[in-house]
C-alpha cells in the first residue's frame, strides 16, 4: 500500500520561506516521478511543481517558477518543496503525489496523471 505524508506547513508572513517534505512508503520511491499541488479554499486543485525520477527533469507552474524549488532525497524515500518568497496567494493545501505510472524523463504535471496522494498540510500566508 502506497502511503504519501506531507508535513512542514505553517503560518507565514509574505516573503517568508518554508520546506514541505513528502515522506514515502509501500514502493520503491526512486522508480517514479513526485509531484506537489495545491488547492485554495473555494479554488480547483491546481500543478506547482513535479520532477522525474532521476530528478534530472523538473516542470513548475508559472506563478511559483524562480520561488519554489523541487526535490527529493531516494535514500529517504522524501521529496521536498523548497518555497521561497511566499506570496498570499500561495495560501492553500499542498499535496504531494505519485504517479502509477513510471516515465524515465517525461515530468507529468495533471491531476490525473497521479495515482498515489497525501492528506495536504497547510500553508498560510499572511501580507
Known amino acids: 500500500q502506497v502511503q504519501l505524508v506531507e508535513s512542514g506547513g505553517g503560518l507565514v508572513q509574505a516573503g517568508d520561506s518554508l520546506r514541505l517534505s513528502c515522506a514515502t512508503s509501500?514502493?520503491?520511491?526512486?522508480?517514479?516521478?513526485m509531484g506537489w499541488f495545491r488547492q485554495a479554499p473555494g479554488k480547483e486543485r491546481e500543478f506547482v511543481a513535479a520532477?522525474?525520477?532521476?530528478?534530472?527533469?523538473?516542470n513548475y507552474a508559472d506563478s511559483v517558477k524562480g520561488r519554489f524549488s523541487i526535490s527529493r532525497d531516494n535514500a529517504k524515500n522524501t521529496a521536498y518543496l523548497q518555497m521561497n518568497n511566499l506570496k498570499p496567494e500561495g495560501t492553500a493545501v499542498y499535496f504531494c503525489?505519485?504517479?502509477?505510472?513510471?516515465?524515465?524523463?517525461?515530468?507529468?504535471?495533471?491531476?490525473?496523471?497521479?495515482?498515489?496522494w497525501g492528506q495536504g498540510t497547510q500553508v498560510t500566508v499572511s501580507s
Open positions: 503525489a505519485a504517479p502509477r505510472n513510471y516515465w524515465a524523463y517525461y515530468v507529468p504535471s495533471k491531476l490525473s496523471e497521479y495515482t498515489y
Open positions: 509501500g514502493r520503491t520511491f526512486s522508480n517514479y516521478a
Open positions: 520532477l522525474t525520477w532521476r530528478a534530472g527533469n523538473t
